[in-house]
Structures are given as structure tokens and as C-alpha cells.
């Protein structure tokens, strides 16, 4: 398995801008696609977006289409999620996860398909 931590978490105003940021050891990261999640207070973690092993195919739930963006440098072994116009909806703990990934899209999109998972990031935007 390989071994993710995320940081760039934190407090930021309605319509500010955060970069998650999630680093991975232990095994050849170029191996993974990744996804990033995230799980508000009573409720179910959810799908945010996804990005296949090569970074050519990305994918994104559609309350964060247009503005989250995924990325991966396999270079530096790291995943990132550029998020604008932030809303106080997506407060949340975000979190990173590994998969050896899939031709069908709609395999990046379920919790359970995963393997490796990080310790969470704290996201609060304030209203």
C-alpha cells in the first residue's frame, strides 16, 4: 500500500480559494490513480474528484465541477485539488486516496474502491 498525507487545509471565507495538497510514500505513486473525498459533520463521505494514473482522464462529482481541479505531479509523488469559489457547503474533512484505477469512469467515483487512504484535511468556509 502506499502510505498519503494531506495538508492545505483551513479557514477561509465564501468565494476564497484553498489548495489541498496530498503526499505519497511507499509505493511507485504512478501506480495509483487518486481520488479526493470528503465527509461533513452527519453525513457520508463523498465523492469530490479523481485522476487516473497518467493524469490524461479526471473526474469530478458535479457539486464541485468548474470549481475544483485535480492534479498529480508523478514526479514529486503528489496529488493536489485547486479549489475556488468556495461555498460554506463544502466544509468538510478532505481526504486523499489511492487506486490501481479502471477503464470505467464510474469506478473512480465509489468509496469502497479504494485502497489507501490519508488522515484528513479540515475545510471551513465561513458565510
Excluded: H
Excluded at 38 to 56: D, M, T
Amino acid at each position: 500500500q502506499v502510505q498519503l498525507v494531506e495538508s492545505g487545509g483551513g479557514l477561509v471565507q465564501a468565494g476564497g480559494s484553498l489548495r489541498l495538497s496530498c503526499a505519497a510514500s511507499g509505493r511507485t505513486f504512478s501506480s495509483y490513480a487518486m481520488g479526493w473525498f470528503r465527509q461533513a459533520p452527519g453525513k457520508e463521505r463523498e465523492f469530490v474528484a479523481a485522476i487516473n494514473r497518467s493524469g490524461g482522464n479526471t473526474y469530478y462529482a458535479d457539486s464541485v465541477k468548474g470549481r475544483f481541479t485535480i492534479s498529480r505531479d508523478n514526479a514529486k509523488n503528489t496529488a493536489c485539488l485547486q479549489m475556488n469559489s468556495l461555498k460554506p457547503e463544502d466544509t468538510a474533512v478532505y481526504y486523499c486516496a489511492a487506486t490501481t484505477g479502471s477503464y470505467y469512469s464510474d469506478y473512480y467515483y465509489k468509496t469502497r474502491n479504494y485502497d489507501s487512504w490519508g488522515q484528513g484535511t479540515q475545510v471551513t468556509v465561513s458565510s
